[in-house]
């Protein structure tokens, strides 16, 4: 579960969140949405503890433990995973190698090559991913589609208590936006991982069908709904909902 209590933060000396309140239980899928610019990456990257912004006040909070002073990599540690919306691609690390450090890393293991296998067997069949593709280097001239089923590779392996997933179906085809729609919900429901989707697109959402949809305008969370509050945004758009007498409020 994330608690996220009156967060205000700047980039620089401008403040971008302006007081933002957000609780997802263990479990649930909650999706971000607004205009550009509006401050959703912020959110993750603060969520994350990166350096590049300064949280003036407010705290983050994993199932009740307060993780505010704690610098990124601690976090990660607690359990938060954040997903770039341009994964690093890093040339001469074997994919295979990689993930078996990373799952080694964070259950505490040693597990062996043989033993990974084993692990990886169900996971690679539910991501459609072939067992030789993990033969190639991270990230390396990829396509949209298998970064992404890579990344809900990586999320199966860890196993995040939290995770933040910005801008996932950019540049991703229908096909495999359906495979990471089926793999989101297969963590939040087998894990029980607490989800941050940020997307601008209504096609993911109808296929992972979201508990919660939060719009941020003016550095606040504007209004929170169901799926139809998605329907609404690409019916009237994000100026519509401003206004103070639009059908939603
Ligand atoms: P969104 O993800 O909603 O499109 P962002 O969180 O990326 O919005 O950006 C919010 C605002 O903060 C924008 O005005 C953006 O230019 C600014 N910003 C974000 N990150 C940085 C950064 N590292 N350096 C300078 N300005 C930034
Ligand atoms: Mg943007
Ligand atoms: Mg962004």
Redesign the pocket.
């Known amino acids: 579960m994330l608690s996220i209590k009156n967060v205000k933060a700047s ?2 000396d ?1 403040e ?1 969140l302006k007081g933002i309140d957000l609780e997802i239980p263990a479990g649930e899928i909650h999706v971000i949405m ?12 603060v969520i994350m503890g990166s350096k ?2 300064t949280l003036n006040t407010g705290k983050i909070l994993i199932d009740g433990e307060d993780i505010t002073g704690l610098d990124t990599a601690e976090r990660a540690k607690k359990g938060l995973f954040l997903a770039f919306q341009y994964p690093v691609s890093i040339p001469g690390l074997k994919i295979s190698e990689y993930l078996r450090n990373l799952y080694n890393l964070r259950h505490s293991k040693q597990v062996s090559v043989s033993e990974f296998r084993k692990i990886l067997k169900s996971k690679l069949e539910l991501l459609n991913i072939e067992r030789a593709s993990l033969q190639r280097y991270l990230n390396d001239g990829f396509s949209g589609g298998e970064m992404k089923r890579f990344e809900m590779l990586q999320l199966m392996l860890i196993e995040p208590k939290v995770a933040i997933l ?2 996932i179906d950019s540049g991703v085809d229908v096909d495999a936006q359906k495979i990471v729609a089926e793999s989101i919900k297969h963590i939040a429901k087998e894990i029980g991982t607490s989800f941050i989707i ?1 997307t601008h697109y209504q096609r993911l959402l109808n296929f992972i069908n979201p508990d919660k949809i939060h719009v ?1 305008l003016d550095g606040k969370i504007n209004q929170s709904g169901d799926m139809s509050l998605v329907e609404e945004l690409e019916r009237e758009g994000y100026e519509y909902i401003r206004q103070p007498n639009s059908s939603s409020l």
């Open positions: 980039v620089g401008k971008i607004g205009p550009n610019g509006v401050g959703k990456s912020t959110l993750g990257h590049n912004y910005d801008e940020v941020i």
